[in-house]
């Protein structure tokens, strides 16, 4: 059996779900938090764009 690593942190993947996708349950939950604070919109974004 192939051994899969987190592409995130290296560790040893052994969840089945956690292998498909590429990433651990701790990983992937920092990913995503991340990914929305990056597009998250503040209201000082919102008063540059109308003015």
């Known amino acids: 059996m192939e051994i899969v690593v ?3 942190c290296g560790r040893k993947l052994k969840n089945k779900k956690s292998i498909k996708k590429g990433y651990g349950p701790t990983c992937e939950q920092k990913l995503l938090q991340d ?5 998250q919109i503040t209201i000082d974004d919102i ?3 109308k003015g």
Do not use: A, E, I, V
């Open 6 to 8: 987190c592409q995130r």
């Open 35 to 39: 990914f929305y604070k990056k597009r």
């Open 47 to 49: 008063l540059k764009m």
